[in-house]
């Protein structure tokens, strides 16, 4: 059966790494610390984990969060997806990345277990010889996921799956909300110590189509720009954080994010946000990955690049994917290059938008 999700992190040592880990709730925080092979010492001498950003616009930046901040954080997450001392969690995403290591923060301070998988992991191997109860997974991870008999029923008897870190389709978070599986949507951040808003398990279908509500403890609001604005004491910024983000609230309190600012860019003087793109490819059934940058044009000042990665076993189809897109977007928005992804970049968790910008050029 084919690998369902990302390779997992080895940081750890050894004793950190056994098949299904048990670790008392945070009485005392030290005890915490002892498994924490990446723990460090700011400048002011506070114990703590320092982690980097994912660096998808070309910058990464080192965030530094005390273990309290961590713990905080993973207080709402541990109400809203239920975790408790009898849950199992499965980290399938990359420990060095904010969203691994808070699997395993909310494991330990909800009193559960948690897993980190051999290679060639599959989810029904996970659910059956480790009773796996929650999984955090990005989009790719979930449709391949539901390609698989074996691993679909898998899904079926998870009680959260929790969904974030980059833009999913909206026909695939609505194929699983009609099929039942417990989804969760998110928006967060490494400054955040991973989420800040979610929907709720039960939620309905327009609901789940968003970024869900402001988790407790945590503040949102929208700036006159269209800005996401978050506060809280998990951040690692002592003021209000400003994103980058852009989005706005429905009439419930829901977030939807519709990309990053400094994304934005003007094609025949209208302007075009990759992400709107992106979203539209990643409704074609073939299509597991895109990105979308734009390349200097000398009619138009700009036009946009997509970059996509197909299933496995198919062929890129340019022509087809132009007509896909045509059927969903305005005609200014439709890339005419449509590129295969490059090989050599394998299938990072967030891909750096500043890397392909460069191969266009």
């Known amino acids: 059966m084919p690998r369902a999700g990302l390779e997992p992190a080895r940081e750890y040592p050894d004793d950190f790494k056994s098949s299904a880990s048990t670790i008392p709730p945070p009485r005392p ?34 965030v530094f969060h005390t273990l309290e901040q961590h713990i905080l ?23 060095h990345h904010v969203s691994g290591l808070a699997v395993i923060v909310r494991a330990w301070a909800s009193g559960g277990k948690w897993l980190i998988p051999p290679k060639g992991w599959t989810l029904d191997w996970a659910v059956r010889e480790h009773q796996v109860t ?9 449709r391949r996921m539901m390609r698989d008999a074996e691993e679909r029923r898998a899904l079926s008897k998870l009680k959260a799956i929790t969904l974030g870190g980059s833009a999913i389709a909206p026909s695939l978070v609505e194929t699983a909300w009609r099929e039942g599986l417990p989804i ?10 991973s989420q800040v808003t979610a929907t709720r398990l039960g939620d309905s279908l327009k609901h789940c189509l968003s970024s869900g509500r402001c988790l407790s403890d945590r503040k949102l609001w929208i700036e006159s720009n269209g800005e996401i604005v978050v506060s809280g004491a998990m951040l690692s910024v002592s003021n209000d954080f400003k994103t980058g983000d ?25 302007n075009i946000y990759p992400e709107e793109i992106e979203r539209a490819l990643l409704e074609h059934p073939e299509i597991e990955q895109a990105i979308v ?7 138009y000042g700009q036009r946009p690049v997509a970059f996509v990665r197909v299933s496995h076993e198919q062929v890129l189809n340019p022509d087809a994917v132009i007509a896909f897109l045509r059927e969903r977007l305005e005609r200014f928005k439709v890339p005419r290059d449509i590129r295969s992804w490059p090989l050599e970049l394998g299938e990072g968790f967030k891909p750096n938008r500043n890397v392909f910008a460069t191969w266009i050029r």
Do not use: W
């Open 29 to 62: 925080i030290s005890e915490l610390e002892h498994h924490l092979a990446d723990r460090i010492l700011n400048d002011k001498g506070i114990c703590g984990i320092q982690l980097q950003t994912s660096g998808s616009m070309g910058v990464r930046k080192t």
């Open 73 to 95: 954080a993973a207080q709402a997450v541990i109400a809203n997806t239920q975790l408790n001392e009898k849950s199992c969690s499965l980290v399938s995403l990359p420990t």
């Open 134 to 142: 929650h999984v955090s997974l990005v989009g790719t991870q979930l």
């Open 184 to 193: 969760v949507l998110t928006y967060g951040m490494t400054e955040s110590a």
């Open 246 to 270: 852009y989005g706005y609230l429905d009439s419930d309190g829901y977030l939807h994010v519709q990309g990053r600012l400094d994304n934005r860019f003007i094609s025949g003087g209208e």
């Open 293 to 299: 940058v734009p390349r200097e044009d000398l009619e």
